[in-house]
């Protein structure tokens, strides 16, 4: 099995507490979080006593059938995940979210992100006889919970919170209570809500709409939240934090119809293309975007340069994964099903194309050949972000080292491979001036700068974790 996207999503969270179809919400809410994650999806709830879940691989009809979310129509609590391995096999003892069983009582954990220490927290808890039942960087906060000595259960969380590194949005249920915890650097995102008076969170505001859910506000870098019976309370495990919101999130992985901060990302990305173009200023006489995630860009730049924006490429819907081997070649035809060109827009035409990330230049190089193909008279490629030259440790598969076209050649050579007539990608103050414009307080560049945010303790390369996940 290989998977033809280039940038890989993470997973997704939605959690509610205190409605009567507490489940059937988070599957709603997961449907529309699926594509942060297709690998696996679970659910786990709660009757004040005990923990209660279903788990399953692949997209979320196949994972949870409707049998099983019929027997979790009885609960008023419930977790939700849909995952993208980061870290750990892509196999059903790494699906979430997990459930705990212990005298203490029941814990289910649901996490977003990635750890930068697990490896050396798992190590340490091991040697003074953890054992672990997952090969998934998540699990170790389970143990830290258990682990320690307290009864104040959000004192514990909070403790076991300052030990860890990393990016992570974590969702703990207890039987009594569900908190809700973003890292100190909010890198990934997190969303509270509200739906017939029961308070509700989830990674990306269209759970939300899926739900018919109020957006109430964004989860704030280092805060936990406490939702039970008595309302919702308001905490953070550290005051030591700084926004360093994830970039490729604004970019290209949450939904156009998400909202962070309050706007939606549809603007967001519209005003990355509009600044594409302020610093390219070509003359042209189309511009067109790579379906479907370019497309606002497309319009951005369409709008402040006045070359008109048609749809240029039509984009294959039934083509997310496909089980091809893994060699350039099999990669190379599916990119070929996946994209197809419109004569009529392109033929005699100079064609703007827009993309917001190259990442092996497999799409690029393709559609170049396409267009051409097809009649065009000029291709200018136009990137909305920079060049992606390192890996990411914080969540987000952006392919491994050697694989990273931006990484190993400069901007001539890729003009030379693509075989197109120009190549721009958006400066990176470029990028960071347009999240400002939308309120941002700060974000993660570090895989177009190498600025890593988070100290990364562990050092596991993502071409290693790349083996492991394969079970190599
Ligand atoms: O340089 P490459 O290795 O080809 O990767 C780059 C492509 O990957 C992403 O799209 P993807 O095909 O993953 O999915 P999308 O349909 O959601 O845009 C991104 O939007 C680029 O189009
Ligand atoms: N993509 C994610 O957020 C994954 C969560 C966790 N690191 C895992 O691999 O399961
Ligand atoms: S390294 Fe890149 S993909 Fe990873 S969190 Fe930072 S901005 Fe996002
Ligand atoms: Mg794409």
Known sequence: MYDIRGLNEECGVFGIWGHPNAAE????????????????????????????????????????????????????????????????????????????????????????????????????????????????????????????????KLNNLKASLNQIKGAFSFLVLHPEKLFVARDAHGVRPLMLGKVDGAYCVA????????????????????????????????????????????????????????EFRKHSLYEIRKALGRKLYEEMNIAADVVIGVPDSSLQ????????????????????????????????????????????????????????????????????????????????????????????????YYGIDVSTHAELIAANKSIAEIEAELEVDSLTYLSVDGMHEVFRSFDSKGECNACFTGNYPIEIVDHVLPEEKEKKKKGV
């Open 203 to 258: 990674s990306e505001t269209c759970a939300f709409t899926a739900v018919g859910a109020e957006y109430i506000r964004d989860i704030e870098p280092g805060e936990v939240l406490t939702l039970s019976h008595e309302g919702l309370a308001e905490d953070a495990y550290t005051m030591n934090t700084q926004s360093n919101m994830c970039s490729m999130e604004y970019v290209y992985f949450a939904r156009p119809d998400s």
């Open 25 to 152: 919400l988070t599957y709603m809410a997961l449907h529309s979080l699926q594509h942060r994650g297709q690998e696996g999806a679970g659910i786990v709830c709660s009757d004040e006593k005990n923990i209660y879940g279903a788990r399953g691989m692949g997209l979320l009809p196949e994972a949870i059938s409707e049998v099983k979310l019929e027997s979790l129509s009885r609960f008023h609590h419930a977790i939700g995940h849909v995952r993208y391995a980061t870290t750990g096999a892509s196999e059903l003892s790494n699906v979430q979210p997990f459930i705990f069983k212990h005298s203490k009582g029941d814990i289910g954990l649901a996490h977003n992100g990635n750890l930068t220490n697990a490896e050396q927290i798992r190590l340490a808890l091991e040697s003074e006889g953890a054992i672990f039942q997952t090969s998934s960087d998540s699990e170790v906060l389970g143990h830290l919970l258990l682990k320690a000595k307290s009864d104040n």
């Open 297 to 392: 860009a497309a319009k951005g730049f369409s709008l402040t340069s006045g070359i008109p924006n048609e749809q240029g490429l039509l984009k294959n819907r039934y083509i997310g994964r496909t089980f091809i081997s893994p060699d350039q070649k099999m990669r190379e035809r599916a990119v070929r099903m996946k994209h197809s060109p419109i004569r009529d827009v392109i033929e005699g035409k100079r064609v703007v194309v827009i993309d917001d990330s190259i990442v092996r230049g497999t799409t690029s190089k393709f559609i170049v050949k396409t267009l051409k193909q097809a009649g065009a008279k000029e291709v200018h490629m136009a990137i909305s972000s920079p060049p992606l030259i390192h890996p990411c």
